[in-house]
Every structure is written in C-alpha cells, then in structure tokens.
C-alpha cells in the first residue's frame, strides 16, 4: 500500500506511538533498521512494515511510504530505509536465572543489560514499574534485536520477589558489605540478580529481601561501575560458574 501524504491518518496512528501512553494503550512499538525488523519478524512479533524501498517484501502488511514521510517517524538523524510495527513481548512467565532491575532510569544501561542477559544465559528480565519504558527507542537500538529472546515482565518486584519459587537464591550489590562475587558457589543454582537505580543504588526494601550481598573487586581508584557494566560482570559471573 503507497502512502504519499505526512497528513494520512495512517502515518499520524505511527506517529502516536513514538510515546510511551499510546504505545502502552496499543500494546505496539517502533522499531527501526532491517537488521532489528527482521529479528521480530523471526520471532513472530512483527504486524506492518514501514519502507521506501519497494524491493523489500514480507509476507505481512507493508505501507510504502516517501522519505519525508520516513523521517518523519524516524528517531535517527539519518533515517532507516524500514520500520516495523512490533507486538510487544507478552511472555509472562518467570523461567531460569533472572535480572531484576529496580528503577534504572539510562535507556542505554537498559540496553546493554539485555545484551547480556541474553548473552549469558539469563532468560527472564524483571522491571520496576519505575525502571525506564522499555520500549524507548534508545533502549530498542541498545539492545541489537535481544529484546526479542527474553521474557518481559515489569510489575511490583518486591511482591515477585516475594513469590519466587524458594529455590531461588536473590542476590544484589553492596560495595561495602559485600562478599567477592568470585568466591560464591553458583552451581546448581537458580538466580534472581537485583541491580538498583544509578544513583540511589537497590531501594531497603528489596535489598532487605535479598540472601547474599556481593561486589566486584576492584581498583580503588574507581569508586563505582556503570550499572549496565556492573550487571553484565555479575552475570558473566553466575553463567561462568
């Protein structure tokens, strides 16, 4: 289907969900670039295509639209050459080791997190109803289409953590207190990981809840570690395990 006019009621229903209240009332978000268009297509989360490139065919509904129009939806300075329009992830069930992050706020520490999530071996990610939209553009880029291989659930985590299965053990940060990271046991484990918010770190009441308290040796020169750094280098930790 062509569509040449930025005034086509089409376009402005795309345009609405560039923001978060359109996009949770939709239960739909952006994406851009093939390479991350075809990662939802191949997991089955793609409904309509956005494209000025003819050449480009899926066996979905696709609006072949002008460059204006394009930029326009675009958050690139560069425009991608296809959107997708993506379901989001509806997986709600908790399996395997989990990362759960508590009100982190930087679109691309979320991203990285992901990344790595998938990277080792954690299959579920908890969010705090306050953890940054996941469905941030920014965050979607950061992730490079990982976003599509983890299940997703954002809710109340002092109440998921509370009804966890008692065979998992919950761990969080202490840069203090904590017990080096590398002298843990984790083997024959099941792991729910709390990383806190940037500034304020894990909030009382969930830290309250945890089994272990563990940090990361290093180099007293550096006070801290980014949370996306951090999280990865704990999880690379219980995966190497």
């Known amino acids: 289907m062509d569509i040449t006019s930025i005034n086509n009621e089409k376009i402005k229903y795309f345009q609405k969900l560039k923001l978060k209240k359109y996009r949770d009332l939709e239960n739909l978000f952006l994406i851009e670039d093939e390479h991350l268009v075809n990662m939802a297509y191949e997991k089955g989360y793609l409904k309509e295509i956005i494209t000025t490139d003819k050449s480009l065919k899926y066996d979905i509904l696709t609006y072949y639209v002008t460059p204006q129009i394009m930029k326009l939806l675009s958050d690139q300075v560069t425009s991608a050459k296809v959107i997708g329009v993506s379901h ?5 069930n908790i399996e395997g080791n989990l990362i759960v992050l508590d009100n982190i706020q930087d679109p691309g520490n979320l991203g990285t997190i992901i990344r790595s ?10 969010m705090s109803n306050d953890t940054v939209d996941i469905y941030n553009s920014k965050v979607i880029r950061a992730t490079e ?4 291989n983890l299940n997703i659930i954002r809710g109340d985590i002092e109440e998921i953590l509370n009804n966890l299965d008692k ?3 919950k761990i969080t940060t202490d840069v203090n207190e904590g017990e080096d990271i590398k002298r843990i046991d984790f083997k024959k484990k099941k792991i729910a990981l709390i990383i806190g918010n940037e500034g304020n ?3 009382s009441n969930i830290a309250s809840l945890c089994d272990k308290k563990v940090n990361i040796k290093m180099n007293e020169l550096c006070e801290s570690l980014n949370a996306g750094v951090c999280a990865s280098i704990l999880m690379y930790e219980v995966n190497h395990e």
Do not use: P, S
């Open 88 to 92: 989001k992830i509806t997986k709600n």
């Open 117 to 126: 999530a998938v990277a080792f071996n954690f299959k579920t990610l908890v």
């Open 167 to 169: 065979d998992y053990v």
């Open 145 to 148: 289409g990982m976003i599509f």
């Open 201 to 203: 770190g894990v909030r």
